[in-house]
């Protein structure tokens, strides 16, 4: 059983990755409508293995052959999630796709802590019930329908949440100890995998000129919401902290709202209320 600091602090965590995850989202979906989607995804995961490379010195880790494995599974589970999340970003309503993704995302770890042992509070499996409810109520379109008129970026949103949904249970295997080592098997495999698909598919790595420095700044933010996820995974239990972490769409979608000037149904707000109110629950717990 985690411990009352240690569930606070997993709580934490998971809440700030999903703040920076959601921003993240935001300026991959806007880089995306500007640049080929394979060339926004190799271009922004260089940035963020950048940034690992540079926080791996100075966090605490292990290194391992398991710890490195282990993230290139993930690497792989998560290279195909972002291709989709990017491509459904681009040709479909952000407020829509991202919440789609955050709910298979969510359910697949959620159900793999519950086999596997994990046994959250009363309080904390309202909260669980209650993100759910969240994501589900941001993922409505102003007109009152779950999906956009197109079919083809929900299903890509679906099948990447479910590659993101791997990611996040693959790096909770990873060794304890390992700190953030995992994400640099995460990031070489992720980097590979996608060039490999741009050179066998002939696509262009190329930015469109404009587009660099956002595609860069996803990349970072998205290593950066990693890392604090990693941290969260390893302090708390898995089917908490997915939870939080899968509310990231409020934020790429109060962002759109307000960037982009996409509407925000009543029932959208509702859903962000109660994204807020099941991270109390869950913190609480």
Known sequence: MQSLGGSVTAAALATACAVIFGTADFFGGLATRRSQVLAVVVLSQLGGLLLIAVLLPLLPGHASPAALAWGMASGVAGAFGIVL?????????MSVIAPTTATTAMAVPVLFGLLTGDRPSA??????????????LVSREPNGGASGPKAGPIIAALVSGAGFGGFFVLLKLAPADSGTWPLLGARIASITLVALLALA??????PVPGSLTVTIAAGVLDMAANVLYLFAAQRGMLTLVAVLVSLYPASTLLLARYVLGE???????TGVGFALGAIV?????
């Open 201 to 206: 598919t002939r696509r262009s790595l190329r």
């Open 263 to 269: 509407r925000l149904s009543p029932v959208q707000i």
């Open 281 to 285: 629950l869950i913190a609480a717990a």
């Open 85 to 93: 999340f990017y491509r459904g970003l681009a040709t479909g309503m």
């Open 123 to 136: 309080l904390a499996l309202v909260g669980v019930a209650l993100g759910l409810l969240a994501v589900l």
